[in-house]
């Protein structure tokens, strides 16, 4: 960036100078081509008074005007630069290498201010102006000919045009939208900020405006949001004594070498008191060290609310396709009223393309200068630290504390799971060593036992001896077993105790970055309305006044009273100015949209698992007319196995389907913050999501094998299709087959392929298209980019949803259906210790450094993580009464058995048939595949046998197996909610000396400012006796002597206390 120095006589002038070569005209002569800024064409008194006119506004600014020192240099070629001479300026040639200086894009030109924030815009220009070697290009010699006809109509039609210049093509879009920025890069001057703009980059048709906040914008913006900033009071943080104090020194020692190599992941024995900041107390806080007083991720912060906050309200075309042509300036002068335009606004209406905060620097490299990105990568972004802790108050510090909660909440998640993996490993292994002594499955595996089972399927099943599902009976008791129900009451309990460890984790967090008292700010942020709801609320407003403006128009005015007339046209013009807000009413359409899409979503998802049903229906029809006997022994394994692969790619492509939905369907409610736009689209997505992933589940556990009838009286789908039966075993396998392919299919495609491979790819598009839009020629590709240039090619950071979601999800599967699954932890644990560096490395290398955002908590999620826990309660228990056996098992022994022992169980649970009580058409076609004549088949059930007097009803079996089946779920759900009820009782939210020290720090900030008053109280009474002093001599003399005395003395006392006082 060229820089610009000013002359005495123009110190008290803050506006950027706009400067154009002069222009050969065709009759040989040279004319300048200077234009005029914000609408004013030449106005007479030349440019000193005109760029007078254009001072920063007082109250934005803090510093005199002669300390601030502002320059944008619009130059609209660089081969004969015009400028005057009378001004006082001088243009600094360029040095060597101009962007060491700048830090390559961290830094301003002069290498002295730093860049705060980027905003990127798309412009047209020639493609032969790539050649020239500039750093600052700006196309706007025709801005001040636009500007001064900002209130006139439209340009366009009739325009006139430089003589001997060819006639230019308008493009009323483009011409808007550089309109706009030029008047709101104008209005960011004004609120104090600093620009330069960049235009000779690498990136074909991007322009880049850096944008750099001031020590008094900074001040005076953390006083606004209330930021609190350390001060240079210090106090000793409390340590633990005693056993704990030694318990505490041995776990250090044992965890040194996984603890992080960073200065701020180290135990901290001194602590400085926070406290908002406030101009006017700025000695109580430690401002030794200015430049890093306010770190980048604050400073960004400060010009982001800058941002929003700043209007662009005098666009000439309106936001809407084509809307800006109309002729109504009626219509057009509302609209520059009303239309304020913050940079949500204009990123959404593509007047900027990107705003974003720079990296501090790049990440890896030999000549790289070290920054906090870089010690982030080595320590906490790459795979081979992942036996490390994560270095979090450090990635709060670069990223904010929301996505430093994030991951504070993912590797508090990620350690929970270590016990539970080792339950349930320990429960998988007693499922191991007891298999041979389990007598159900023994008694299924003996041939001597020759029970002979009804067919599967119609006609082209045959019947088929139960001893060949003797694999699946003893795979089954590895996740069937008495230490299953064990399990599940410690995975409630682990659940509950989950979230009483994150609500104090969360609170010490709090209290380390100092985040307690945070309602306040947070409030403020709420409430910023969103650029869609300001452009709903406009287009409002103007169908209310033009509404309006046809009722007048219409109505005859009474000319007996003419003064009532007038006094009903004022109220109407004040209800017109009222703030206008969206109701129910206006977003009905879109409520009702929502509800029918979400019942249409859920019922798509129905079908497509009543689709994969019918599937394996007919697959397992199929695969018995097979000659092959290893063919159809293996039916069962084949069919789910597909079926399951199925689901799980059906449940990856609907999760992308889904979430697109759900963002549609909340940008159609325009809700008005972007706190409530969030809440209300994670709480469609997870709605979405939790149908899609969990419906084929399920469908297993509670109604495969539920509603299948019996032989001879089958419920048929469609007429054509019997609904499948579970195995004798039980349909536990088979839910486990399930949960574990979806779940690791998920975490290994979805959460980690999908994560790496699509960024890459997106990436790659983009480098190719660049290269065919712009081909650079060998200088221009040996050119190291700037900074800035760099990060703009990284993906935009998208929130936290996606992460957060990936992991609510995978929650549910390690605590919803945990019985039929004791290894689910174990595979989530191996998952999340990937999942965290890879999104630690997707942050640190190939995203743009997000906006960090204040949060003291992780918001809905929370309240969705304690939902799942509760229903996790209720679906265990129900998995364990209706999908196991071992509620059965359990009726079996205390009532049937005659011995006391399981012998004789799987002969108890299964019914007789009498073949020749088949259905027309519905019995096998060749019975005697098995090598005799089959009279009597057994099918799984609790039915009367074929010689009773009552043939093939319900037996009392059945309800009493039903009876104890609803009151273990009862018991085991109330007895598991009053547990994790009373853990959370035990448990404190706030750890005992996080309470102390939070009293600590309040008392130590009343004693703060109690000394800060009694040190004013004192100079106040100093001078109360100094003055008292004074005027005890004037009540001894003359009036003329105390008059002297008192008019020497008095204002040399008032002077000193002034100065005292500063």
Request: hydrophobic share 40%; aromatic share 12%.
């Amino acid at each position: 960036m060229l820089s610009l120095e000013r002359g005495p006589e123009d110190a008290a002038i803050n506006r950027p100078f706009s400067f154009c070569r002069k222009r050969a005209s065709a009759s040989g002569h040279t004319e300048e081509a200077a234009g005029a800024v914000d609408g004013e064409g030449a106005p007479p008194g030349g440019p000193r008074e005109q760029a007078a006119k254009m001072r920063v506004h007082e109250k934005y600014s803090t510093l005199p005007a002669e300390d601030r020192s502002v320059h944008i240099i619009n130059i609209c070629a660089i081969e004969d630069i015009g400028y005057l001479p009378s001004e006082g300026t001088l243009l600094n040639s360029l040095s060597v290498d101009p962007d060491a200086k700048c830090k390559y894009g961290l830094y301003f030109r002069d290498g002295k201010r730093k860049v705060d924030y980027i905003l990127v815009y798309h412009h047209k220009r020639p493609s032969g102006s790539r050649a020239l070697p500039k750093r600052v290009l700006h196309n706007d010699a025709a801005l001040g000919a636009r500007g001064a006809k900002q209130d006139q109509p439209l340009p366009g039609k009739g325009s006139q045009v430089e003589a001997g210049s060819p006639e230019p093509s308008v493009d009323y879009h483009e011409d808007d939208k550089q309109f706009r920025r030029e008047e709101y890069e104008g209005n960011l001057l004004e609120a104090g900020l600093e620009l330069e703009r960049d235009q000779d980059t690498k990136i074909h048709g991007v322009g880049f405006v850096k944008i750099h906040a001031p020590w008094n914008v900074l001040c005076r913006e953390a006083e606004f949001l209330k930021l609190k900033m350390p001060t240079k009071k210090m106090y000793n943080i409390s340590e633990t004594r005693g056993l704990l104090k030694t318990i505490n020194s041995v776990l250090q020692k044992i965890t040194d070498p996984i603890q992080p190599k960073v200065a701020e992941h180290r135990p901290q024995t001194t602590k400085r008191l926070y406290y908002p900041f406030s101009r006017e107390k700025q000695h109580l806080f430690d401002l030794s060290d200015k430049d890093s007083f306010f770190d980048s991720k604050t400073r960004s912060t400060i010009v982001y609310e800058i941002l929003k906050r700043t209007t662009c309200t005098k666009a000439k075309y309106s936001m809407g396709q084509g809307e800006g042509r109309k002729k109504d300036s009626a219509l057009l002068s509302k609209r520059r009223k009303c239309g304020k335009y913050g940079i949500t606004s204009l990123l959404a209406n593509g007047v900027y393309s990107a705003a974003y905060p720079l990296h501090d620097g790049d990440y890896e490299g030999d000549n790289v200068d070290f920054n906090d990105r870089k010690l982030l990568y080595e320590e906490w972004a790459r795979y081979g630290v992942f036996y490390k802790y994560q270095p979090i108050d450090l990635v709060r510090k670069y990223f904010g504390e929301k996505i430093g909660l994030y991951f504070a909440w993912l590797g508090a998640y990620t350690q929970m799971l270590i016990p539970a993996s080792i339950v349930g490993i320990i429960v998988f292994l007693y499922g191991c060593a007891t298999v041979d002594q389990n007598i159900p499955s023994m008694e299924m595996c003996d041939q001597r036992y020759n029970i002979t089972m009804c067919p599967l399927c119609d006609k082209t099943c045959s019947y088929w001896k139960m001893s060949s599902a003797c694999a699946t009976a003893r795979a089954s008791h590895l996740f069937d077993n008495p230490a299953t129900v064990f399990f599940s009451v410690f995975m409630a309990l682990w659940a509950a105790t989950f979230m009483e460890h994150w609500k104090r984790k969360q609170m010490r967090l709090n209290y380390r970055w100092d985040l307690t008292g945070f309602e306040e700010e947070e409030e403020a942020v709420k409430d910023h309305p969103r650029a869609e709801y300001e452009a709903r609320v406009l287009e409002k407003s103007l169908r209310k006044e033009f509404k309006n403006k046809e009722k007048r128009r219409h109505v005859p005015e009474e000319s007996t009273n003419k003064w009532k007339q007038r006094v009903k046209s004022a109220m109407a013009g004040v209800k017109l100015t009222d703030k206008v807000k969206l109701t129910w009413k206006d977003r009905f359409p879109a409520y009702l949209t929502n509800l029918v899409s979400i019942i249409f979503m859920i019922a798509v998802t129905f079908a497509i698992v009543l689709g994969v049903i019918i599937y394996r229906i007919s697959m397992a029809a199929a695969l018995a007319m097979n000659s092959s006997p290893s063919v159809r022994s293996n039916i069962r394994v084949t069919v789910t196995a597909t079926a399951v692969i199925i689901n799980l790619v059906v449940i990856i492509l609907l999760d992308e389907v889904y979430g697109c939905i759900a963002r549609w369907l909340t940008k159609i409610e325009v809700p008005k913050t972007e706190k409530s736009f969030e809440e209300r689209l994670i709480f469609k997505a997870f709605l979405l999501k939790f149908v899609n992933s969990y419906t084929p589940i399920f469908y297993v556990a509670f109604f495969k094998g539920r509603f299948v009838g019996r032989p001879g009286d089958y419920v048929y789908i469609f007429r054509s299709f019997r609904m499948e039966e579970c195995a004798p075993g039980g349909c536990l396998m088979e839910l486990c087959i399930q949960l574990s392919i979806i779940m690791l299919g998920k975490q290994l495609i979805q959460n980690n392929l999908f994560e790496i491979g699509i960024p890459k790819m997106k990436k790659l598009i983009r480098r190719l298209r660049r290269r065919r839009q712009s081909p650079s020629d060998h200088e221009e590709q040996g050119k190291r980019k700037q900074r800035y240039e760099v990060d703009y090619n990284l993906e935009p950071f998208a929130g936290l949803t996606p992460e957060y979601m990936e992991m609510i999800i995978q929650f549910g599967f390690v605590t919803l259906f945990v019985a039929s699954f004791p290894l689910a932890p174990l595979f989530a644990l191996l998952n999340n210790i990937i999942e965290i560096r890879l999104d630690a490395k997707k942050f640190v290398t190939e995203l743009r450094r997000p906006v960090a955002v204040r949060a003291k908590d992780i918001g809905i999620w929370y309240n969705i993580l304690r939902g799942v826990g509760k229903l996790a309660v209720i679906i265990n228990a129900f998995v364990i009464s209706f999908t196991s056996d071992f509620i059965p098992r359990l009726v079996y022994l205390y009532m049937y058995s005659q011995n006391g022992t399981m012998h004789g169980f799987v002969n108890h649970t299964l019914s007789s048939f009498n073949v020749s009580d088949f259905q027309n058409g519905t019995a096998p076609n060749d019975p005697l595949d098995l090598g005799y004549e089959v009279q009597i088949c057994r099918y799984k059930d609790y039915r009367e046998p074929p010689w009773s007097e009552h043939k093939y009803d319900i037996s009392k079996d059945f309800w009493a197996v039903l009876a104890a089946r609803l009151a273990f779920v009862i018991v085991f759900q109330n007895l598991v909610m009053f547990m994790s009820d009373f853990v959370d009782w035990v448990i404190p939210d706030i750890p005992k000396d996080i309470s102390q020290q939070i009293h600590k720090e309040k008392v130590l900030m009343v004693e703060l400012f109690m000394r800060e008053e009694q040190g004013k109280q004192q100079l106040l009474d100093t001078w109360m006796e100094k003055e008292h002093a004074r005027e005890e001599p004037c009540n001894n003399h003359t009036p003329k002597a105390c008059s002297d005395s008192c008019g020497s003395s008095g204002p040399a006392l008032s002077h000193a206390y002034h100065g005292d006082a500063l």
